[in-house]
C-alpha cells in the first residue's frame, strides 16, 4: 500500500515538541486515524496506513522528531532526508527522533520520507519548511494549509457544552462539561492545534458544569460561566492567574432554578455580562458583574411574555449593548432583545422567526453593527440565518443555509477575518460535524463542509476564529465520549484532515 502526503512544517524550539499526557489524538479523516501520547501504547489506527503526521526539528540539538503511526514496531525503519538517510537515535511505532543532523540541512524546503520497518511496501513522503532559526517564524509550527483534528480529552465522558476562545497568544481555550464526574473543565492548549493540553477541573463541588460559556476578560484571565445543577444557580469561575492553575468561583444567582443556557461575553468596559434562563419564571435575565472579578453583580428580568429565555446567546452591539438571540418555548419562536444600557435594564424584544425555530442559537454582530443569528429550524430540521436590518433587530432577513438532510442542531458562528461569517453545527441524518462557511458577508453564496465524520460526532460545537484566519472548532465526540478540537487549514475548513 502506498500512501502520500505533503505538509509544510516550521522549525520549532525545543520547549513547543514536547507532547504531555492529555493523549492528544489526531484524526485523519475518514480510514486514517494518528496518535501522539506519551506512551506508544495508546495509539489507536484505523488501518495499517503510514502517515507522518508531524515533524519538529529543535535548531538548538539539530535533531529531528517525527510523530505518526504505523513506523514499525519490530525493525527500524528507513529514515531519508533528500537523498541523505538519517540515524535514528530512538523509535517507536509512532514517534521517531534521529542524531544531529548533516551541516548542510538548513533553512530551506527538504523532502522527508518514511519507510516502514516491518513492511517495506508502506512509506509516506512530506514536504518540510525550515525556516532560519532568527526568523520569527521558528518558534512556530505552520499549520496553514491542514486541518487538523485532535482529541483533547479523553478521561471518561467528556466534552459535552463547549465553548472556545482563543488566548492572548492566539491558544485555544475550551471550557466543557466531565458528563462522567458533573464537573466544570478547562482545557488550555499548548499549542495552536492542541496537541499538548493542560487539563483543569474549574469546579467538583457537586453537580455543575452544565450550559457553561467561556470569554477571555480585559485583564486576559478566562472568565466562564455555568449552571449548578445541584444547588439550581448560576455561577460564574475566573482564572486567578494566567496559567489557570487556581480559580475564584462566585454564584451570580440562585433564586430558584436558574442559570441554564447561559452565555458570556465581555462589555466594552472590560465586565462580564451573562444571559441565561430562569426555569422558576420561565424568564429571560441578565446578570452584569459590576467588577473583574465579579463580587457585584446586577440582575435584570429582559423577557417575562411566557416561557422564554432557552438557549441564549450573548453578543456586544455597536452600541456598546448587549444583544441576545434565544427560544420562546410558548411560541416556538427565535426572539432577539437589544439592551438600552450595559445592563440590559431596559430591552427591545423582537420576534424574528416562527413556527418550531430558534432551539438553540448563536448571535454576532459585524462591522456593519447588524447582528447576525445562526439557528436550527427544528421542525424542518435546517440551519438557518438571520441577518437584522437594523441594529435593534426589529426586523430581519431570514435565509436557509443548509437544508440537506436532518441538520442545524448546535449551531455556533464567528466572523472570519475575511468578514464572512463561518458555522459550525451537527448533521444528525450522517451524525457528522459540519461547517458552513459564507463566501460572502450575507451568506449569498455558502460552501458546505464535513470535516469530522468518524463516528457520530460533532455535538456542542463552539468555533472562534484566530489572528491567523483559521477556525477553530470545540465539540463533543459522543462514540469515544471525548473533548474534540479541530483547527482548520483554511477559512473555510475545505482542506481535509
Known sequence: MRWFSIATITATLAACSSIDGARAEESGGPGHAAAFPSNPSQVRTSDSRLVIADAIFDPKTRRLTIYGSNFGSHRLPTVRLGAEYLVLRSASNDLLETDPLPAEFGPGKHNLTVIAGNDRSLFDIVSILVQDAGSPESGRVSTTGRSRIVAVDRTGDVGWDTSVALSAEGLPLVAYLDYGNRDLKLACCEDADCRSSRLMTVDSQGDLGWSSSLALGSDGLPVISYYDEGNRSLKLARCSDPRCETFERRTLDDAGPVGQHSSLAIGRDGLPVISYYDKGRGDLK??????????????????????????????????????????????????????????????????????????????????????????????????KLARCATADCLRADIKTIDQDGSVGSSAAMAIGTDGNPVVSYHDHSNADLRIAHCEDPTCQRVRIQAPDTLGSVGWHTDIAVGADGLPVVSYYDETNGDLKALHCGDPGCATPP
Not at 456598546?320 to 424584544?349: M, N, Q, T, W
Open 286 to 383: 441578565v446578570a452584569r458583574c459590576r467588577d473583574l472579578a465579579c463580587a457585584e453583580v446586577s440582575i435584570a428580568t429582559v423577557d417575562r411574555a411566557g416561557d422564554v429565555g432557552w438557549y441564549t446567546a450573548i453578543a456586544i452591539g455597536s452600541d456598546g449593548s448587549p444583544v441576545i438571540s434565544y427560544f420562546d418555548s410558548s411560541s416556538r419562536a427565535l426572539k432577539v432583545a437589544h439592551c438600552e444600557d450595559a445592563g440590559c435594564s431596559l430591552a427591545r424584544v423582537s420576534i424574528i422567526d416562527t413556527g418550531g425555530v430558534g432551539l438553540g442559537s448563536d448571535i454576532v454582530v459585524p462591522e456593519d453593527g447588524r447582528p447576525l443569528v445562526a439557528y436550527w429550524d427544528f421542525l424542518n430540521d435546517d440551519l
